[in-house]
């Protein structure tokens, strides 16, 4: 799934970056990725469509004033597929979720965003339209997005309730990877919040592929990006760090084990 132009309801088709100085923060990615932007007026002020050579990987815009009010800081949030918003907000609703953002048309769709039981926050969007060709899994794109949380049980629940994602349970030693499927395809993982982090709030985290994690990292901090974890390999995956970009929204970089 390197490019698609229509999502598939259940799969990951959109992350955007929240940020008090957006302007800034396009400039870091921009830097980091090789991101271009383009600006798209909006009611609510300017929004960046992040691109590479034309093919969409990402958005950027102002903190909204309903996130700021929810004492959300800088952060990445990463957009689900549905074929109703606003019934799969009614939904997530009725499954224990906070609705943080109420169902609203932006261009030619609809979203919302929702903060799971254990505080996990994410977006769902409907739309009819293709609003271009979106990258996947492709080198400076999105390739994963991944939940930690101290309440796994509830939140596997919580995911298979409202997407009806399937799971799968992968051993790690001292604790289990729970990989969740829009079927048979992976699109999520989610996993325990570790015990030296267990009063952290639960978080998505977007994952984008990189060539060189290490030098990625490198390139992060002299743009005056942060370090959260250094690179680590994870057998038969890849190697992944844990940055934050200049107003701390928090992200990660993986160069994938190329798959057989």
Not at 189 to 202: N, R, V, Y
Request: proline residues 8%; glycine residues 10%; contains cysteine.
């Amino acid at each position: 799934m390197p490019e698609f132009a229509k999502p598939v309801p259940g799969n990951f088709c959109w992350t955007e970056v929240f940020l008090e100085d957006p302007a800034r923060g396009k400039g870091f990615y921009g830097e980091l990725f090789g991101w271009a932007s383009k600006e798209m007026p909006g009611s609510e002020g300017t929004y960046d469509i992040l691109h590479i050579g034309g093919k969409l990987v990402a958005g950027a815009s102002k903190m909204p004033p309903e996130l700021k009010k929810a004492g959300a800081p800088p952060h990445w949030l990463s957009h689900v597929y549905v074929t109703d918003a606003n019934a799969a907000t009614k939904k997530a609703e009725g499954l224990g979720a906070q609705i943080l953002r109420a169902p609203a048309r932006v261009g030619s769709g609809t979203v919302a965003i929702i903060q799971d039981p254990t505080g996990g926050r994410l977006a769902v969007w409907s739309t009819k339209e293709s609003l271009g060709t979106f990258l996947w899994g492709e080198i400076n794109s999105l390739c994963w997005t991944e939940l930690t949380t101290s309440h796994p049980d509830a939140a596997i629940k919580f995911y298979v309730g409202l997407f009806g994602w399937k799971t799968e349970a992968w051993p790690m030693g001292d604790f289990t990877y729970t990989v969740l499927k829009n079927g048979d395809v992976p699109v999520a993982g989610l996993m325990p919040q570790p015990k030296e982090m267990a009063d952290a709030p639960t978080s998505w985290t977007a994952y984008f592929a990189v060539s060189d994690c290490d030098a990625t990292t490198k390139r992060s901090e002299k743009l005056g990006g942060t370090i959260c974890m250094p690179p680590h390999d994870i057998p038969n995956v890849g190697r992944f760090s844990i940055l934050a970009d200049p107003e701390g929204a928090t992200f990660a970089v993986i160069k994938n084990v190329p798959r057989t």
